[in-house]
């Protein structure tokens, strides 16, 4: 079984239409959305939820009104000032350290799981799909990714398989070092800006500290063939394929607004491009 990740240093380089046009174009295969934070891939693929799961992670504080004394000393090493003059404990100033619960004498402070979340195998057009969403405010992104992206390889050990197609989170933070781990590859999507190269630069130190190859893609690379040019050059000096560049092409948009990949959508020069760039990323896998 092989697993890709496609990620990119920044939010907006059209990663998650890429996804959703490899899904179309691959054969035998599950798709993840490991953007837990703000899952945009349900967009494209109108995924029909077939099981809901919760997500609990981190504890807060709870004190047992008939067991306290009200001593005060939960109130006096609470650094996060959680506890009120009415031992109730605010529920958003809490941290979960469980500190107060352990100097507690009369033991009247649990720590309870919070519900931070939810996770679905779902059903599209395209084959099954693992995702999820974290509750507003939120922590432990990546804890939720590594669950989904487990979920995802147990599905496709027990249903066979070939490959796992996987839409991380931009960025460089938790959520990307869980969406990168046991990959074979990471496909990174860049845009011709400063800014776009500089961030795909930061996920590509990531991914080579985790000893994962990269490709990469110039999407809407005719918006600035200059810088598309130092991005290539950036590339030669890194040893690092471009599989691709996509062209800037409004009928991307309205296939998102049709709630269709590029690829059935039509046949225009983006998707032309897109299929090469799938065909050569299948070679390589």
Known sequence: MKQIVVISGKGGTGKTVIVASFAALAENKIMVDCDVDA????????????????FKSGFTAIIDKDKCTECGKCIEICRFEAIGADYRIDPISCEGC??????????????????SGEWF????????????????????????????KQKAKELAEKQ??????ID??????????????????AVVVTEPTLSGLHDAD??????????????????????????TEEIERYCQDKDIDII??????????????????????????SAKEIRGIWGRLEENL
């Open 39 to 54: 899952s945009n891939l349900h967009l494209i693929l109108t995924p029909a939820i077939k099981e809901k799961h919760s």
């Open 98 to 115: 469980a500190f107060c619960s352990f100097v507690c004498p009369v033991y009247a402070i649990k720590m309870e799981e919070n519900l």
């Open 160 to 165: 066979n398989f070939d490959l796992i197609i």
């Open 244 to 269: 691709g560049k996509i062209p800037f092409d409004d009928s991307i948009v309205k296939a998102m607004v049709e709630g269709k990949t590029i690829i059935e959508y039509n046949s225009c020069k």
């Open 168 to 185: 991380g989170s931009p960025g460089i933070g938790c959520p990307v070092i869980a969406s990168l781990s046991g990959v074979n590859y």
């Open 121 to 148: 195998i779902s059903e599209t057009r395209y084959g099954p799909m693992v995702h999820a969403k974290l509750g507003i405010a939120e922590e432990n992104s990546g804890k939720l990714v590594s669950l989904v």
């Open 202 to 227: 930061r996920v590509i130190q990531v991914a080579a500290h985790f000893e994962v190859p990269v490709k990469l893609i110039v999407n809407k690379y005719d918006l600035n063939i200059e810088i």
